[in-house]
């Protein structure tokens, strides 16, 4: 019990919780250069702009479906990092750390990064059904991605109340990020839940055949 709310201290923070902590890392460094970079070109008029980035620097390292369909396909990874303004990096980094931290107990290091990052791709690639001039952009994916690995473990190893406690939190988190604003990702939220909810199974019947043979 004390190892518990040890990871969860903050003062353990930097030494134990590292998948999250790295990605946390990535992600808000990432957001400080882009946005220095926006500051940079001069194009600020309302207090919206000063916290935003940039739309030339979104079609460049976001997720522009008409640059992907011409051979541009790191941006199915760039745009995991790359988020539109602080509001949706605060929302993000918040909801990373929720359901980054409940993972982390059942997941090893590499395993917890596959579901983040192949989640985050998944909701890239049904990105497209907006059409080729959509931007897109945000780590939700990957987010909604942990938060349906977190349920899949929960399921597995548990199937108690706490299970269906954090599925009633982890709805009520899909339905705020999802319809919250008119400009959601919604086919990104919803592919990304459902792969990370698969990968753990995955997994998990991989080891028993590692196992039987």
């Known amino acids: 019990m004390s190892e518990d709310k040890e990871s969860f201290s903050m003062g353990s923070f930097w ?3 590292l998948p999250t902590r790295n990605i946390l890392v990535i992600i808000l460094i990432v957001h400080i250069v882009l946005w220095i970079i926006t500051l940079s070109l001069g194009n600020i008029a309302t207090f919206r702009d000063a916290i935003s980035i940039a739309d030339e620097i979104l079609v460049a390292v976001g997720q522009y479906n008409y640059l992907v369909f011409h051979g541009h396909i790191y941006q199915l990874v760039t745009s995991i990092f790359v988020h539109v303004d ?45 059409g080729p001039y959509s931007i897109s952009a945000g780590a939700s994916g990957g987010v909604f991605g942990l938060l349906g690995a977190a349920l899949a473990l929960m399921y597995q190893h548990e199937k108690t109340k706490s299970f269906w406690g954090y599925l009633a939190s982890g709805g009520i988190f899909f339905l705020i990020m999802s319809f919250g604003s008119p400009n959601v990702n919604f086919f990104a939220h919803a592919i990304g839940l459902v792969t990370g909810g698969i990968i753990p199974f995955i997994i998990k019947k991989r080891r028993q055949t590692v196992i039987v043979t």
């Open 15 to 17: 030494k134990t919780n």
């Open 86 to 130: 602080l509001l949706h990096l605060l929302s993000n980094c918040l909801f990373l750390l929720v359901f980054g931290f409940k993972v982390e107990e059942r997941l090893l290091s590499w395993q917890y990064y596959f579901v983040f990052i192949i989640s985050g791709i998944m909701g890239g690639l049904l990105s497209f059904v907006y």
